[in-house]
């Protein structure tokens, strides 16, 4: 039976932040993350009857936005490209950052995070935006939890050194 209204509609304003962020880090498009995340939304309201849980949801959200923004890109890399115009600025900024990170130096870490391939640039986001632990990244994409720490450990090795080619004034020695 799906959600009523309600429910659904607060289900959507809880999490609808949350995999947003995660389509937008994964695709690295704006008008490509908002489509994920509706199909995201939609899935979750045919498959409402099979949740048992908030931190149910929560997971299933998570993996399902991985899925599809995987999916996004894959069918991405098999169209061509279109010249159109970039019509839409955003400005997406994690909640409560530590310190304020100038602009130029959060779109070129953004590119930087884009650069990488894939399978590192997932386990990344999910570790460091959503926090989640390697073990529970493993159980969310279905691999091995010394897969996921070998992703993490070689994204942030790369991440580490192209920061250092291109950021050189803002990278501790």
Known sequence: ??????????LIEQHQRMVFSIALRVTGEYGTAEEVAQDVFLELHRGAHKLESEDHIRFWLRRVAVHRATDALRRAARQPATDAEEWLET?????????????AVE??????LQSLPEPLRVAIVLRYQEDMLPDEIAALLN??????????QRGLQLLRRKAATTLKEYVRE
């Not at 039976?1 to 607060?10: D, G, K, L, S, Y």
């Not at 997406?92 to 990170?101: D, E, L, N, S, T």
């Open 1 to 10: 039976m799906p959600f009523a209204v309600t429910e659904f509609r607060r």
């Open 91 to 103: 400005d997406f900024a994690p909640p409560g950052p530590a310190a304020p990170v100038p602009p």
């Open 107 to 112: 779109a070129r870490l953004e590119d930087l």
């Open 143 to 152: 691999q091995p939890v010394a897969t996921v720490k070998s992703h993490l």
